[in-house]
């Protein structure tokens, strides 16, 4: 019964992305739902969008082998991710009517920045898609007994499809029916088992000691771990195409500001409650810890619940797994079709071919992400990884080219670079310090020292 109720929820999710494909007319309703989403809409795509395998495997499974410190990085960094986007980037970016945010970097600091922007934009998204296939393929094996590369390629093809079909409305319309499951699934199940562990006050009391130890012990190199744990995600990721497709979609600026706010709100809030279970876990059957922790909750769920709660938990999961993995998707494939292979060809694309370099890109990096998930497992990294590019190589030209007039291209295309570069040489020298912190700090100074030495001569603009 629980196979088939998944078989049909899959096959439901396919069926939605079919009737969306109606709403696809132009490549602005492929990309950016036709920028029309309401509040509620849009609000519910950004927490979607965030609410993965990170948060319900990643997340609970670094929690159980470590303290609240331990997630630092997700779900709280990428809360602040979303308040920090909302604050000080989405309504500067979404006045500027861009598509991708390579067009950003494009009508900012030109062609050749655009172009390095994009190459280093796209690749980060592999990770984190191999990510979101890992946990569904966990899922099928838990489930199905079936192998765990199985499930993958299983999973793979269902989220293809119907984001293939139908882009942005079909993630957006499937995001709000699994939000709603989300919420729902997870919500009965730490009511489940809170009383199974006798109510929040007995779990919380019966929690090992320090299990909530929030801040870090008084020592520098502690303190700058910390620091970096928040900005792996809280920094990393607003120089992301699926944060920026998502805000971009509202239908004005003012919606995008107040989804990302809302969003934030519910995501701090929702990923609490894995983490909750997983002290219930603990409390309740210690045994389920042995072996491989990212596997604790949904085997102690088929174990030890009834019918109905398995099917509202692994719908949950199934959820917000699938809503994830749409929109890192179609995110890197917009980067390439945009801006990579339009001004390649010289703009001479019209836009119903760049919608099919678009469609042709997401089978591309659906592939791709689908063989990286069978070489690789743990989700929590992954993740990890694929922000850090972002942070090492974008977050400061974005930041500087929307606040510092004197930003220049050399500088720009200078701190993308020597900040991926500087990252390379660290992890490979495995210094004491994480990696992402002088790389970070190396960006920013060449952007900054570049911009000064080489100022831009004039207006930027497609001539360059």
């Known amino acids: 019964m629980l196979l088939l109720s998944i078989i049909l929820y899959l096959v439901l999710t396919?069926?939605?992305?079919?009737?969306?494909?109606?709403?696809?007319?132009?490549?602005?309703?492929?990309?950016?739902?036709?920028?029309?989403?309401?509040?509620?809409?849009?609000?519910?795509?950004?927490?979607?969008?965030?609410?993965?395998?990170?948060?319900?495997?990643?997340?609970?499974?670094?929690?159980?082998?470590?303290?609240?410190?331990?997630?630092?990085?997700?779900?709280?960094?990428?809360?602040?991710?979303?308040?920090l986007f909302g604050v000080f980037f989405v309504r500067k970016l979404y006045n500027l009517n861009l598509l991708t945010l390579g067009d950003f970097f494009r009508k900012r600091f030109g062609k050749h920045a655009e172009l390095t922007a994009s190459i280093f934009l796209g690749p980060p998204y592999l990770g984190y898609i191999a990510a979101q296939l890992v946990a569904m393929?966990?899922?099928?094996?838990?489930?199905?007994?079936?192998?765990?590369?199985?499930?993958?390629?299983?999973?793979?093809?269902?989220?293809?499809?119907?984001?293939?079909?139908g882009g942005m409305w079909a993630i957006t319309i499937t995001d709000f029916i699994q939000t709603i499951i989300i919420i729902g699934g997870l919500l009965v199940l730490a009511v489940v088992m809170g009383v199974k562990a006798g109510g929040v006050g007995n779990v919380l009391a019966q929690a090992p000691a320090g299990t909530f130890r929030f801040f870090p012990p008084a020592d520098f190199r502690e303190i700058v771990g910390w620091l970096a744990a928040w900005a792996v995600l809280g920094l990393g990721s607003i120089p992301s195409q699926d944060v920026f497709q998502r805000s971009m979609s509202s239908n004005s600026a003012t919606t995008a500001v107040r989804s990302c706010f809302i969003a934030a709100a519910m995501y701090l809030t929702i990923a609490m409650l894995p983490l909750f279970i997983s002290l219930c876990t603990?409390?309740?059957?210690?045994?389920?810890?042995?072996?491989?922790?990212?596997?604790?909750?949904?085997?102690?769920?088929?174990?030890?619940?009834?019918?109905?709660?398995?099917?509202?938990?692994?719908?949950?999961?199934?959820?917000?797994?699938?809503?994830?993995?749409?929109s890192v998707i179609l995110a890197p494939a917009a980067i390439v079709s945009e801006n990579l292979v339009k001004p390649l060809s010289g703009n001479r694309l019209t836009n119903?071919?760049?919608?099919?370099?678009?469609?042709?890109?997401?089978?591309?990096?659906?592939?791709?992400?689908?063989?990286?998930?069978?070489?690789?497992?743990?989700?929590?990294?992954?993740?990890?990884?694929?922000?850090?590019?972002?942070?090492?190589?974008?977050?400061?030209?974005?930041?500087?080219?929307?606040?510092?007039?004197?930003?220049?291209?050399?500088?720009?295309?200078?701190?993308?670079?020597?900040?991926?570069?500087?990252?390379?040489?660290?992890?490979?020298?495995?210094?004491?310090?994480?990696?992402?912190?002088?790389?970070?700090?190396?960006?920013?100074?060449?952007?900054?020292?570049?911009?000064?030495?080489?100022?831009?001569?004039g207006k930027n603009d497609d001539k360059d």
């Open 137 to 165: 393929g966990l899922i099928m094996n838990v489930v199905t007994g079936m192998a765990v590369w199985e499930g993958i390629v299983i999973s793979a093809v269902v989220v293809t499809i119907y984001t293939y079909i």
């Open 352 to 457: 119903k071919q760049v919608l099919m370099v678009t469609r042709i890109s997401i089978l591309i990096f659906s592939a791709l992400a689908t063989v990286m998930a069978c070489m690789r497992s743990n989700i929590y990294e992954l993740v990890g990884e694929s922000s850090i590019l972002s942070l090492v190589s974008l977050f400061a030209p974005l930041t500087f080219g929307l606040y510092w007039k004197r930003s220049s291209k050399i500088g720009a295309m200078s701190s993308m670079v020597v900040g991926m570069v500087s990252w390379i040489i660290f992890e490979a020298s495995e210094t004491e310090w994480p990696s992402l912190v002088p790389a970070t700090l190396l960006s920013i100074a060449t952007m900054v020292a570049g911009s000064l030495i080489w100022p831009d001569k």
């Open 14 to 83: 396919i069926l939605v992305g079919v009737w969306a494909a109606r709403k696809v007319k132009t490549l602005d309703d492929y990309m950016l739902a036709g920028r029309s989403l309401p509040l509620t809409l849009s609000s519910t795509a950004m927490f979607a969008t965030w609410f993965g395998s990170e948060t319900v495997f990643g997340a609970s499974s670094q929690f159980l082998e470590g303290v609240l410190y331990s997630v630092i990085e997700d779900p709280f960094g990428a809360a602040l991710c979303l308040v």
């Open 282 to 326: 603990k409390y309740l059957y210690p045994g389920q810890l042995q072996g491989d922790t990212q596997l604790a909750l949904p085997n102690m769920v088929l174990q030890h619940t009834t019918l109905p709660v398995q099917i509202l938990f692994f719908g949950s999961l199934l959820s917000a797994i699938m809503s994830t993995t749409s």
